[in-house]
T-cell receptor, first 111, second 114 residues
């Protein structure tokens, strides 16, 4: 399975864009990149996912490099409520709905 | 639309007892999966059910079991509880089993074993 590497922690100033990187250099052509976040003591919250093209929704944007070996989740205007652990996950075709979570990035948004 | 609902939210059990946790998926979702989250091991996949059949299983002992009902509701059971079973147990659901289906999580059930 494609493994992901994320920084352990990051800080961001409130109101600024938060750019969270993820490396998935062994990803295969048909594997999706999913992002979730987990606010303390709550269940993981789905943010966005993509295959090849960049994606945007009301929460965030996902930029996937052309070679698909890395991606960046962008929160355009971070707020204090965006403080959470962010998980980048590669979903593989033969794993059904099994998600493999790594350690994620602990994003701290500061006033 | 209601999200994934888990009950109970908090419970305390004694070592050696058993526990049953319940999950109601999002309406229309047919796939349910369970995860365990501990400070030491992080989020780990337990098992997945689709159409009342277990489709995938994580690396957990046989004390951990689950089932899915015809209405897609699911329960998981842990027998002979150990202190190390103290964790947040998360249920997740999706429309189908394909990897293009988005998975949505509930708020979890906090289990403390004393």
């Amino acid at each position: 399975d494609a493994k992901t590497t994320q920084p352990t922690s990051m800080d961001c100033a409130e109101g600024r864009a938060a750019n969270l990187p993820c490396n998935h250099s062994t990803i295969s052509g048909n594997e999706y990149v999913y992002w979730y976040r987990q606010i303390h003591s709550q269940g993981p919250q789905y943010i966005i996912h993509g295959l090849k093209n960049n994606e945007t929704n009301e929460m965030a944007s996902l930029i996937i490099t052309e070679d698909r070996k890395s991606s960046t989740l962008i929160l355009p205007h971070a707020t204090l409520r965006d403080t959470a652990v962010y998980y980048c996950i590669v979903r593989v075709p033969n794993a059904g709905n099994m998600l493999t979570f790594g350690g994620g990035t602990r994003l701290m948004v500061k006033p | 639309k209601a999200g994934v609902t888990q009950t109970p939210r908090y419970l305390i059990k004694t070592r050696g007892q058993q526990v049953t946790l319940s999950c109601s998926p999002i309406s229309g979702h047919r796939s349910v999966s369970w995860y365990q989250q501990t400070p030491g091991q992080g989020l780990q996949f337990l098992f997945e059910y689709f159409s009342e059949t277990q489709r995938n299983k994580g690396n957990f002992p046989g004390r951990f079991s689950g089932r899915q009902f015809s209405n897609s509701r699911s329960e998981m059971n842990v027998s002979t509880l150990e202190l190390g079973d103290s964790a947040l147990y998360l249920c997740a659901s999706s429309l189908g089993q394909g990897y293009g289906n988005t998975i949505y999580f509930g708020e979890g059930s906090w289990l403390t074993v004393v």
